[in-house]
């Protein structure tokens, strides 16, 4: 168990309303990122953190934002959902980078309806 | 871009059967390597990682060779058992600016009894 809760784990939506995921983490690790899991595309990194306050936009950061005020804590907010955003998010973190290990949540399967 | 192909699913094999599940990369510089297994509701897990070109990872039975002259990281077991049914994703870390983890499409292997 690597201390990551994601929270809430099921959630469904209707389109055009904000939707914020959360991601809190026990281990104290400077990195946390969050990914989105898609039939036939594995896993596409949305925006990820290196530090408190400091964000950067993955391959498919387009429609979703993040913060990062605290180290345990990585929120991911989907302003205004649509029905593309249907997927399963996953959030990681790692110690080092991800040249050493990315630790994985259970993942938040959404759903726009 | 920096990519990860791997070979289509699902898999299915019988419970002892050898397993190879090929995977091929493109990506600038020299990558890190991994292997990443989900099982059924779970987030990720590392399997394996290679760091540096003829480097071996291995873990639980799975080996994988980092092959820089085929760009190559098959994953392999000799004898494969039903809880090694899962979904396999290949993945590599760019070294260039910030790491971030580039995956394949995944692999659903399903052995049966």
């Known amino acids: 168990d690597a201390g990551i809760t994601q929270s809430p784990r099921h959630k469904v939506t209707e389109t055009g309303t904000p939707v914020t995921l959360r991601c809190h983490q026990t281990?104290?690790?400077?990195?946390m990122y969050w990914y989105r899991q898609d039939p036939g595309h594995g896993l596409r990194l949305i925006h990820y953190?290196?530090?408190?306050?400091?964000?950067d936009k993955g391959e498919v950061s387009d429609g979703y934002s993040v913060s990062r005020s605290k180290t345990e804590d990585f929120l991911l907010t989907l302003e205004s959902a649509t029905s593309s955003q249907t997927s399963v998010y996953f959030c990681a973190i790692s110690p080092q980078g991800l040249d050493t290990e990315a630790f994985f949540g259970q993942g938040t399967r959404l759903t726009v309806v | 871009g920096d990519s990860v192909t791997q070979m289509e699913g699902p898999v299915t094999l019988s419970e002892e059967a050898f397993l190879t599940i090929n995977c091929t990369y493109t990506a600038t510089g020299y990558p890190s390597l991994f292997w990443y297994v989900q099982y059924p509701g779970e987030g990720l897990q590392l399997l394996l990682k290679a760091t540096k070109a003829d480097d071996k990872g291995s873990n639980k039975g799975f080996e994988a060779t980092y092959r820089k002259e085929t760009t190559s990281f098959h994953l392999e077991k000799g004898s494969v058992q039903v809880s090694d049914s899962a979904v396999y994703f290949c993945a590599l870390t760019t070294h260039q600016g910030a790491q971030k983890l580039v995956f394949g499409q995944g692999t659903r292997l399903t052995i049966n009894p």
């Open positions: 953190s290196y530090g408190v306050k400091d964000t």
């Open positions: 281990e104290n690790h400077r990195y």
